[in-house]
Each structure stands twice: as C-alpha cells, then as structure tokens.
C-alpha cells in the first residue's frame, strides 16, 4: 500500500517536472515521494514493546519538551528546569522498561 | 464521563494513562473547550460586521480574531478531533488490544493542550495574540509588522500542537499496518480505518513541513536572514501550502469514513465499491498532496498549469466516492436516525463547497474571487458545512460506544435543522459578497457599497448555529445525567467496535473476535445466521 501511494506520488512529481516545476516544488513533493519509501521500510523492520497501563514518564516527557520549545520564548531558566525534566523522564521510561 | 475504566494508581496514573480511548476522549473534550472559544470569536466577528462601521471591537483586535478563529479551528478542534476519532476507533476496527506506541499518544496529547494554550497566551501579552492570519504569512507575521511575545507564542505553540498530531499519525498508521489481528487484511478494515490510513499518510508527509516552517519563522523574527529578498515570502507560502492544503483533507477522510460507516449502517447494507473507494482514497491523498500551490494562483512564479490540472483532477476520485455514498443510499432499508441526517447533511453541503473549489481551482475564475469573501465561504462549506456535519454524525454514531448512553434523538433533530439553517444562511450570503467584491479580513466596509444585508443575514445565520450547539450541549448534558443505557450495538453496526461491550473495556475485547471474512463482519455475521 506504502509503495503504491509512493508511485502516486512519484508520478505526480514526474508531471510536475514536466510542466515546469521549479525546485522548491519539486523538492517538497518529490521528497514526500522518496520519504514513503523510507516510512515503508521503518514500518517493515521496527517492532513495538507492550506500553504499562500509565505511563507518568511519557508525560514529564511530553512536558520536558514543551519546556524546552517554550523556553526560546520564556526564558533560560524554563530551558535548564526542563533539561532536568527531561533526563527524569529518560530514567523513568528506562524503569518502565521501555523498548527503543 | 466514565467513557473508560479509569487505571489504577491516583492522579498521576489517571494523567498518564495510555489506554487509546482515554487519550481519544481527552482530545476530543480539549478540542470541544477550543472550539468553543474559537466559535465565540466568530460570534464577535459576526457581530462587527453586522452593519457598516465599528461597534464591537477595533480593527487590531479585529486582526487578532480572526487569526486565532481559524488557528483554533484548524490546528485545535477539527484536526485533533479527527485524529481522535482514529485514536478511539481504529484500534477497535483492526482487533488490536492497544494502540502502537501507546506512550506516544499520551505525550502528543500534552503537546497539543500545552501548544493551544501557548496560542492563547499571546492575549495576556502586551501586544496581543498572532494578528498576521493562521498562516502567519512572512513578511506580515516578522519582528517589524507583528512585534511582540504574542507571535512568537503562536508560533511555538503552533509547533508544539502539529508535533502531538504528528504523533497520533504515525500511531495510527502503525496500528493499522502491524496490529491487525489474525485474518484481517488491508482490504477487510472498514472504511472509515481507509481513511484514516490516508489521513495518517498525509499527517506524516505534510506536518513536519509546518513545524520546519515555524522554525524557521521563529528563527527569522530573532536573528533574520531567512525569508529576506523577494524569493523569500514565496518560499515561506510554498512551505506552508505543503501542510496548508494537505491538512483541508485531514479535516475532511476522517469524516468522509465516518458518514460512510453512517450510510452503510442506517441503509441496512454493505457498503457499495468497497475496492473503488480504497482506490479513490488513495488516488484522493497523492493528489492532495500535489495541489497545494493553488492557493498561490497569483503569485509570480508558481506552475499555473500543474496545479491547476491537479485540482482539477481531484473530481474524479472525489465523485468515485459520491458515486459509493449515492449507490449504497440507493434501495436500503433508511433510518433517518440523527446520525443518519448529519450524513446525508454532509453529503449535501460538502457537494456546494466541493463544486465551489472546482471555480477557485480554474485558474481564470481564481483571479477574479482571490482574497474575497467567495473563497471565505468556499472553505467553511467544506469545513463547516461539511467537515463538522461529519463530526456530528460521527458524534451521535459513536457516543452509545464511547458512552454506554443514548444521544436524545428530539434534541439532535432540532440540532440538526438549526445547524442546516445556521450553516447556509451564515456561509451562502458570502459568495455574493465575494462575487460583488468584498475582501475577506476586514473588520469594516463602506456603508455605500450594497453589502449591510446580506452580512446581517450572514450573522444571524452565526447567531443560528450558536444555538444549534447550545441543544447540542443540553443533549450532552441530558445523556449524561439521565442515562439511557445504550446497550453493546443500538444501531446493527457492520463493524468489530460493535461487538465489544459499550463502552469497551482495558484491552478493548473481553470476548473472543468474531470471524472476519470481509470489511463488514458483523453484517456478515447477521447474514450467516
């Protein structure tokens, strides 16, 4: 299925050339095109833990990084108490047993 | 709402749940707080242009408005409400017990609470929210014409809201890619999973642009240097049409599979075309992919001929799918259930905003309505009119599962007319406005210029959908204090979510799965017996 959209994708980049797309257009659609592929061959070879019933350390996870993007923003402190959130919830997630 | 057995351990546990119907629920409550504050701003603008001048609000807030309407719309309610029907449903459709990448989910949800409210925090800043349009459009939305924290809150918050969706994606797809239970195949998922399997598809491939772009922009409005020259602005509406275009069919499969499972359900037969549709859908997803340089008709430099064939093209896999609608409706056994009316109402008013982006996609047409209010009311046919008639039927569908009650039948029938008279009295007055020559995003008009009429009428039709939601939260309400049990499958679904108790447990199936010898194994079930 991957590989069908990803021929789509390529043909339409194929007339998108041929009608004189320029290289920002051909790069994003094109690339999309290319990047199914990579996606088909992640999804083909990865495969998945059993997540626990809660998972508190995906959460200061999620936090950590809101933190972090945030913090451009907020200020350096917001960055570094993140930094900190984040290496917690990296702990955490080991203790949870999490495959990666 | 016990919409799901909570998990052992207290609040923290409760916050971090990974169960896929917990985090689904989550998201559809948050997107419905959004949608509120997004509805009340439309109300406001509604108001303001009830009649020449200004009464309400100033031309800045007037900015602000409107750039946080379609903000909250786009990236806050209609998008993740989607994705959270993929996230409640697919995993049920596909027998799986759990969704893939479960912790994945659950931080995305955190991602996009935390990114909406970033949006919203540019109010209490000292400039204001974003002013410069949802799509932050360069050079309007740089340190020189939008300064201010409010900008820079939007845009990170904007980034952090398409990551958590980016997310729900990638679990989506792998769900229905990896997790399928034995003898379920690609072309025995329901419908409403094919569409969100192309709807994953285009997440994938066209969010990560936006949140590039937003990088960038933030980047460009600290230090400069990225969007400069003239090649600078098109560049950054190249990369923001990639995920801008693309993200109208997000907001559109997902509902499209929803009013399919309606249709074929409330006729009393399989759905018609299976094969054609899962073609179609496809065929749909790789041209929207390649489409998004139409909204940049007018610009110097962009392949005219390409995208215009493109979206012209997407006729064809979008009538495959009416032509399946129309031909399953066609000798069923109908109930016009109000799930059932939502569908057919989406039928009816996407076709008008369908029809409509036939004209702005002709090139010649385009020229004429660009920037107008033709357009405005081009695209709230499709996502109003169209993609939230969708949700409404998926709501009234769905919620006996999610549930374990009954939506009043009463309450969701004068919804239902309320929102058809509000939805076409507020949006079709707009291509008449659009056609004599009003602009969009403009908080006043001349008094002279024939136009006080019909933006009245446009706001009473506003002031009628108001009310529509209004019996709509009363049927919540109602629901779900005086509980009408709904049983494990009120309707005679086709598919596997109905054959497990409402609402599903842990683990979604407590029973062993019944056989699945095609995309309707309960219909085939009942067809054995």
Redesign the interface.
């Known amino acids: 299925?991957?590989l069908?959209?990803a021929a789509?994708?390529t043909?339409?980049t194929i007339?998108?050339i041929a009608?004189?797309?320029?290289g920002?257009?051909v790069f994003?659609?094109g690339g999309?095109a290319a990047?199914?592929v990579v996606?088909a061959a992640l999804?083909a070879v990865r495969r998945?833990g059993?997540?626990?019933?809660?998972?508190?350390?995906?959460?200061l996870?999620?936090?950590a990084?809101?933190g972090l993007?945030?913090g451009?923003?907020l200020g350096l402190w917001l960055v570094l108490i993140s930094l900190g959130v984040l290496a917690l919830a990296g702990f955490r997630?080991l203790r949870e047993g999490?495959r990666w | 709402m016990s919409a799901v057995a909570a998990?052992?351990?207290g609040f923290?546990?409760?916050?971090?749940?990974?169960?896929h119907k917990r985090v689904a629920v989550r998201i559809a409550v948050t997107a419905a707080a959004f949608f509120a504050a997004g509805g009340v701003m439309a109300l406001v603008m509604r108001a303001e242009l009830a009649e020449p001048g200004l009464q309400v609000v100033s031309t800045g807030t007037y900015n602000a408005l409107f750039t946080m309407h379609g903000s909250t719309m786009i990236y806050l309610v209609i998008t993740p409400f989607a994705l959270a029907l993929g996230l409640y449903l697919v995993p049920l459709h596909v027998g799986a017990g759990?969704i893939?990448?479960?912790?994945?989910v659950?931080?995305?949800?955190?991602?996009y609470l935390?990114?909406g409210l970033?949006m919203y925090a540019g109010f209490l800043t000292r400039n204001g929210a974003a002013a410069a349009t949802w799509g932050g459009f360069d050079p309007l939305s740089n340190s020189v014409n939008s300064p201010g924290?409010g900008m820079?809150?939007w845009i990170?918050g904007v980034?952090?809201a398409t990551?958590g969706e980016l997310l729900w994606a990638a679990c989506i797809?792998?769900t229905i890619?990896?997790?399928r239970a034995p003898g379920i195949t690609?072309l025995r998922i329901p419908v409403f999973s094919w569409a969100m399997?192309?709807t994953a598809?285009m997440v994938?491939?066209?969010f990560p642009?936006l949140i590039a772009a937003m990088g960038l922009l933030?980047y460009e409005r600290q230090y400069g240097g990225v969007f400069d020259g003239p090649e600078g602005p098109v560049?950054y509406q190249?990369?923001f049409w990639?995920y801008g275009h693309p993200v109208v069919y997000v907001m559109f499969f997902p509902y499209v599979g929803a009013v399919a499972e309606c249709v074929a359900t409330f006729s009393g037969r399989r759905f018609f075309g299976y094969t054609a549709m899962v073609a179609s859908l496809?065929?749909f997803?790789?041209?929207s992919?390649?489409v998004?340089?139409h909204h940049m008709f007018t610009i110097e430099?962009?392949?005219v001929?390409?995208f215009s064939?493109?979206s012209i093209a997407l006729v064809v896999p979008a009538g495959i799918e009416y032509f399946d609608m129309i031909a399953t409706l066609w000798g069923g056994a109908i109930r016009l259930t109000t799930p059932m009316l939502f569908a057919l109402g989406f039928l009816v008013q996407f076709l008008i905003g369908g029809l409509t982006g036939i004209w702005v996609g002709s090139t010649v047409l385009d020229y004429h309505v660009n920037n107008s209010y033709f357009v405005v009311a081009h695209f709230h046919y499709t996502l109003f009119a169209g993609s939230f008639f969708g949700a409404m039927a998926a709501i009234y569908f769905w919620w006996p599962k999610v549930t374990g009650t009954l939506l009043r039948e009463g309450l969701g029938r004068l919804q239902f007319a309320l929102s058809v008279v509000g939805a076409n009295v507020t949006f079709f007055p707009m291509f008449l406005l659009g056609r004599d020559g009003m602009t969009r995003r403009v908080a006043d008009y001349p008094a002279d210029a024939g136009w006080s009429t019909l933006n009245a009428l446009s706001s009473i039709g506003a002031a009628c959908i108001a009310l529509a939601m209004l019996v709509f939260a009363a049927n919540v309400v109602v629901s779900l204090r005086r509980r009408v049990p709904a049983g494990d499958d009120p309707w005679g679904g086709h598919t596997l979510e109905w054959a497990t108790r409402s609402p599903p447990p842990?683990g979604n199936f407590a029973d062993p799965l019944p056989a699945v010898r095609s995309y309707a194994p309960l219909l085939d079930r009942g067809e054995s017996s």
Do not use: C
């Not at chain 1, 059993?50 to 959460?59: D, K």
């Not at chain 2, 893939?100 to 994945?104: M, N």
């Open positions: 299925m991957l069908a959209w789509l994708l043909l339409n007339v998108l009608l004189g797309g320029d920002l257009e994003l659609l999309a990047g199914v996606l999804m998945d059993e997540a626990p019933e809660a998972s508190p350390a995906a959460v996870a999620a936090l990084v809101t993007v945030l451009t923003e997630l999490v | 998990p052992r351990g923290a546990a409760l916050a971090g749940s990974t169960d759990q893939a990448g479960a912790r994945w659950l931080g995305g949800w955190w991602l935390i990114g970033s924290e820079d809150l990170l980034a952090l990551a797809l792998r890619l990896r997790h690609m399997t192309v598809l994938i491939f066209a642009v933030w560049a190249h990369l990639f496809l065929l997803t790789s041209l992919m390649s998004w340089a430099g962009v392949t001929k390409y064939l493109m842990r």
